[in-house]
């Protein structure tokens, strides 16, 4: 139950990025909740590179907004440059 709980909150969160940082290139429901995913896991390891986080906690809710946010701006800048 917890990979379909995460896959939702994936989702949720990569939705919210996408409309908080909306870009040219629309992407996928797939791609959107992989950047949710992602975003997620960016959140929990730089927070605990950070102390923000004990090492095995997760990042709260608005951490993978602000980890997806992120990589959204990376993506963009690659692309602009590819």
């Known amino acids: ?3 379909i709980w995460t896959l939702v909150i994936g989702l949720i969160v990569g939705l919210l990025a996408r409309f908080i ?3 040219p290139n629309p992407h996928g429901i797939i791609m959107t909740t992989v950047i949710g995913i992602v975003g997620a896991v ?3 390891y730089g ?3 950070l102390g923000l986080y004990q090492a095995g906690q997760p990042a709260g809710f608005i951490g993978s907004l602000v980890g997806a946010v992120v990589l ?3 993506l963009r800048l690659v692309n602009r440059r590819a």
């Open 47 to 49: 927070g605990q590179a």
């Open 21 to 23: 940082m909306p870009g």
């Open 1 to 3: 139950m917890s990979i």
């Open 72 to 74: 959204l701006a990376i």
């Open 42 to 44: 960016i959140a929990t």
